[in-house]
């Protein structure tokens, strides 16, 4: 009779002792995520989809421009957004806080930045800040790339032209997408031939091209060039409705290098981004530990042995 009491009081020792794990329920499985398809949301997301589906989730990546995408929060159409650049995407937040649409996550990296830049071979010559370009106009053909229309970069470089800041009121935008764009970089860079772009970190473009960010942008892009801190958002009320998904989102924080290397596996290695992303996690083992601390798959079992299960680990 001792021993059983022993026993039972020491299960609830062991009860009261253990952390609990708490499951979020059946229709938390599908988690929708927004990508605006940039290449380091494409890996941020990839990221997020392999270690989601060895938890026990769905997750769905929906290719849509930011401005769709922030309208998808608001309707509730999106769960999860992993890019919203600050303070370049103030405006779009402002909206979706006027009507209580969303709900900041977490700071998911640091040490971001964007604005214009041009090959340093062109920045050799003389072209170091927004105010040399109109000098120069006849070299870049009046033009500056962008990327996919509707992107707030683009809009700052609409406003600079509108504004005929910098002299630039006759130059145009060219939108395409980041691909797009670096292509014309590299065909440039070829051809040693003056080209202003769109150019940020973190991205491979910083170590396959030689490139020099511009000064002066600091009214349009913000100081320190463009600096940019990056924070996940989701839908108002879902963290509440999916606790558990909600913490690893909270749990998951990049750094430039990090994105560099996932972003290179992908423009680089001509990798999916799911493959690379796998791969990356394999070669970075260590990273899952305080990505899924407290973290539970989809039916309350721990989460890092599963994730290491599903990743061969």
Known sequence: MRNRCFSLAAAAFLLLSTPALADDPENCRSIRLSDPGWTDINATNAIASVLLESLGYAPDVKTLSVLVGYQSLKNKDIDVFLGNWMPAQQNFVDDL???NAVEVLTQNLSGAKFTLAVPSYVAEEGVTDFKDLAANAEAFGKEIYGIEPGAPANENIRKIIEADDFGLGDWSIVESSEAG???QVARAERAQEAIVFLAWAPHPMNTKFDITYLSGGDEYFGPNYGGAEVFTLARTGWSDECPNAAQFFRNLQFTIDMENEMMGKILDDGQEPQAAAADWLKEQPE??????????TLDGEPGLPAVKAALGL
Not at 287 to 296: A, E, H, Q, S
């Open 287 to 296: 990273v899952l530990g305080p990505w899924l601390d407290g973290i539970t």
């Open 181 to 183: 764009m670096l292509a």
């Open 97 to 99: 806080n006027a009507e």
